[in-house]
């Protein structure tokens, strides 16, 4: 049922309108007693409102539709559109609608993890099992190194290769770096004593 109170504006100045309008005739009629003819302005604002009102009540007023005027209003009750109401059903969001919250962040979706589909990375190479433990040799001379696997003691200098693996690249007051010839992995062995 349509009343006529869709576009709200309108309906809003139809009532202050219409207030004035109420002003203008109470000071008419409160005035009427000491001076007959009311004053131009008043007659000037009641014109207003009356031409107002005829505007508002002309059918086609409203861009939405015609204007359902008051004498046309069916007072009976219709339980068709009562039980479309009932029908719906209220989904809320889930927060409380009553309290000044700011509304919950959304929930992150789960990102699977990408899986490489091309082949595993090759192993990390093993660790060299020598151990350094102390070197030899004179200022003039070649410097010899000790090292040692287990219970095996090697004696190398610079160049040269042990247990028919391990080269020694060069050699340090406090480390020895070796070089694994089969698989190319270098490693730098600190000084320990033991």
């Known amino acids: 049922m349509k009343l006529g109170t869709e576009n709200k504006t309108k309906t809003a100045i139809a009532a202050g ?33 009356t031409s107002a009102a005829k505007t508002l009540t002309k059918p086609g007023a409203h861009k939405t539709g015609p204007v359902v005027l008051a004498q046309s209003l069916d007072p009976t009750l219709r339980a068709d559109l009562l039980k479309t109401s009932e029908d719906v059903t209220y989904k809320g969001s889930g927060r409380d609608i009553f309290q000044n919250q700011p509304e919950p962040p959304p929930i992150p979706k789960e990102v699977k993890p990408v899986i490489n589909t091309g082949p595993p990375p090759p192993p990390p190479p093993p ?68």
């Open 127 to 194: 660790p060299i099992p020598l151990k350094f433990y102390g070197f030899t040799g004179n200022k003039s001379g070649p410097k010899q190194v000790f090292l040692s696997k287990g219970d095996d003691i090697f004696i190398a200098k610079e160049g040269q290769i042990i247990d028919r693996r391990y080269k020694i690249l060069k050699i340090g007051p406090n480390s020895v770096e070796v070089e694994d010839v089969l698989t190319n992995n270098r490693q730098t062995l600190p000084l320990t004593a033991g």
């Open 17 to 49: 309108l219409l207030l004035v309008a109420a002003f203008v005739v109470y000071n008419w009629l409160s005035s009427s007693g000491s001076d007959s003819t009311p004053s131009p302005t008043a007659a000037k604002v009641a014109n207003a409102v």
